[in-house]
């Protein structure tokens, strides 16, 4: 994957989406921007982000591909290299949930028995549309199925509803194997 540095990127000039500042949660760092231009959004977190290298383990997986992130254009490092966001090509915005488009969602449950990892909130506004295609974005909302059993003391909630299920059953293999 293609990396890009943080002091590289102008982030004076480009629009605020999502400004979450000093963002500490359980004393973890829930803290990140998102800002766009007219080609692509720049989502960008602290180095300390809990989420930090949740991105990195699933493209590392394979999950993430350019069928599951087809605006992926960069990730976003710093001076010591430690990834703190990625670039991503502006698509259109999503208004449907992921379960009308069938093969998508199926591709997603494919790809979660191959990697044991997981999206967590398949909902429609982390689904965007890109050259008529469905894709999703809050990338760094991946994690192993070993994490399963803190998600939800940790503030993840896993949706939709089927989804979650498939996940549940999903670790339950897991564990015995």
């Known amino acids: 994957m293609q990396e890009v ?24 760092n829930h803290s990140r921007s998102v800002f766009f231009d007219n080609e692509y959004f720049y989502k960008v977190w602290p180095e300390d982000y809990v989420k930090a290298s949740n991105i990195l383990s699933a493209l ?24 703190v966001g990625y670039v991503y090509k502006k ?10 488009y069938k ?4 591709y997603i449950i494919k790809k979660t028995r191959q990697t044991e990892f997981f999206h967590y909130d398949l909902a429609p506004s982390n689904i965007v549309i890109c050259n008529g295609e469905p894709g999703l974005i809050d990338l ?32 339950d293999k897991w564990l015995i194997k």
């Open 140 to 171: 760094e909302s991946f994690y192993h199925i070993s994490f399963l059993p803190h998600a939800k003391k940790n503030g993840v909630t896993i949706t939709p509803e089927r989804y979650h299920d498939f996940v549940r059953e999903e670790y």
């Open 103 to 106: 093969d998508f969602y199926n």
């Open 60 to 83: 590392n997986s394979g999950f993430i591909d350019k069928r599951i992130a087809p605006g992926l254009e960069s990730l976003i490092v710093n001076s010591n290299k430690s990834i």
């Open 5 to 28: 540095y943080l002091d590289s990127i102008c982030l004076n000039n480009k629009n605020f989406v999502v400004k979450k500042e000093n963002h500490i949660v359980n004393g973890e």
């Open 91 to 100: 698509c259109d915005i999503n208004t449907k949930d992921i379960f009308f």
